[in-house]
């Protein structure tokens, strides 16, 4: 497991995803070409150096871009963007931002280490639960906070600290369980917590069944203020507290994602996938898994802490009978994982603000008679998810032939017909929900579910997985050769020159 056998993390998980693929039947979607296949494809997919222009071009409209037109939604800039969103879109897109950070967790212990965990969701509200009783003085802290009442602010890595510790302790189980006994296991932690937290004998510092009521939070006035020098946050009041919670929220998600991006590049990241992959290998090769179980549970617990932590600072109160502090709060998070990508660095956002958004539409239908624009919405959002996926499924299992023939007549007419019952389907839906007057009670749930399906089943890969694939078959990164391999050839350079 020496660095120099690393090849940069794109280039592993691209590795991986071609050895799942060809497991599971598609073989070849992502193989890399040959010199004389290169050439016979008509110069695709085309090749790019790792970290090079294009590498980061392609990033940047990916990534930064949309990153870019949320923002500014959120900031209200009009023109291209549109208007801004009202405060309840703010409010969702805080939730998404907050839940993606929970999630980042559950992907570093499920997606990277391979260990199935339901008891994240009580590391998510021991960091709420953690931040209200400090913010509202119910322990006694007398070298911190005035009065014992703490700084928000501070309460985030003092949540992050004490899930770390509670997750190492749970995941000492973890040293001998696996897959639905630990499941189960850790399904067992949460409710554990639950009792504890509605316990009466620890009333006075979780509130009981009836939970804390804390402060109102309010954005700070100023981000910071360290010697003179201030810069101010311009919001105003607890009616610009979603505001405040997306800059926060957003920005401890791009740190946790870097920070986790780095440890998947060194030593122990390559040692957690080995231990997910092959237990008994990684251990042969050294691996201490004693020690990579422990620390990544406390790790990956810490991480869905602070997710918590913010999100009790944002609702201003905690409850031990909130959903997403229990089993709905775990399969919540598994589910946004799976959408976006397990073992990837941006699954758990895109997974997050899918599911956010797409639940909220879905469950808005039924609400009112005659709310023909929620039925719209879903139908043309199922309409283009199952249309994006077939396609996506289409491509990758003919990638060769497409390749070959792009204008074969039987890949055009599969598709046509493939979205000509997409939206036969789609447009019996809409007629149903006119038929009754657009009340349709129920069936945004079964809509979200059928999405959910749709993707497990056609997209095992999550979102960010798939789009990996699929953009392998038109620009495929080509690593950096290791430091070793480059010296060696720079000496044999030099020995040609010389002679």
Request: proline share 4%; net charge negative; hydrophobic share 50%.
């Amino acid at each position: 497991m020496s660095d120099r056998h690393h090849e940069g993390d794109d280039a592993i998980i691209d590795q991986k995803i071609t050895e799942e693929i060809a497991d599971a039947g598609v073989a070849g979607a992502m193989a890399p070409l040959t010199d004389e296949a290169f050439e016979a494809s008509g110069g695709l997919p085309m090749r790019a150096p790792q970290y090079g222009g294009l590498h980061w071009l392609g990033r940047v409209l990916v990534f930064a871009v949309p990153l870019a037109y949320l923002l500014m939604r959120v900031l209200g800039v009009s023109g291209l963007v549109g208007d801004g969103w009202s405060n309840s879109g703010l409010g969702l897109l805080a939730d998404a931002f907050i839940i993606a950070i929970a999630v980042m967790g559950v992907n570093l212990i499920s997606g990277y280490t391979g260990q199935i965990s339901l008891g994240h969701s009580a590391f998510f509200a021991i960091g709420a639960y953690t931040g209200i009783i400090l913010t509202d003085g119910r322990v006694s802290t007398p070298f911190f906070g005035e009065d014992n009442i703490w700084n928000p602010g501070w309460t985030i890595p003092v949540a992050a600290a004490l899930c770390f510790l509670v997750g190492c302790v749970v995941g000492l189980p973890a040293l001998r369980l696996k897959g639905i006994y630990l499941a189960l296991t850790t399904l067992v932690f949460v409710e554990a917590v639950r009792s504890t937290l509605k316990y009466e004998k620890f009333e006075d510092v979780t509130g009981g069944a009836s939970g804390i009521k804390g402060d109102k939070y309010t954005p700070p006035e100023y981000v910071f203020d360290f010697f003179g020098i201030k810069l101010p946050t311009g919001l105003d009041g607890r009616g610009d507290l979603n505001q405040w919670m997306i800059y926060l929220s957003l920005a401890l998600l791009l740190f946790i994602m870097l920070m986790v991006s780095g440890i998947m590049r060194s030593r122990v990241g390559r040692a957690m996938v080995a231990t997910r992959d092959n237990e008994l290998a990684a251990e042969v090769m050294g691996v201490n898994l004693s020690v990579i179980k422990t620390v990544t549970f406390g790790l990956s617990g810490a991480i869905t802490g602070i997710g918590g932590a913010l999100f009790g600072l944002k609702l201003g109160l905690v409850d031990a009978d909130v959903p997403l502090f229990g089993l709905f709060g775990a399969i919540t998070f598994l589910v946004a994982m799976v959408v976006g990508g397990a073992a990837q660095n941006w699954g758990p956002m895109v997974g997050a603000v899918f599911y956010v958004f797409v639940n909220e539409i879905a469950r808005s239908i039924g609400e009112a008679p005659g709310d023909y624009e929620s039925v719209f919405t879903i139908t043309l959002i199922v309409l283009v998810v199952v249309v994006l996926i077939v396609v996506a499924r289409y491509v990758m299992q003919h990638a060769d032939d497409i390749r070959a023939n792009v204008s074969n007549g039987a890949v055009k007419a599969a598709l046509v017909v493939v979205g000509s019952i997409v939206v036969l389907v789609a447009a019996g839906v809409t007629l149903l929900g006119i038929s009754d007057g657009g009340k349709l009670d129920g069936l945004g749930g079964v809509i979200f579910g059928v999405l959910l399906i749709l993707f497990a089943r056609f997209a095992p890969f999550g979102a960010v997985g798939t789009f990996r694939i699929l953009r392998s078959r038109i620009v495929q990164i080509v690593p950096k050769p290791p430091a070793a391999s480059r010296a060696a050839k720079a000496a044999a350079g030099s020995g040609e020159h010389s002679s």
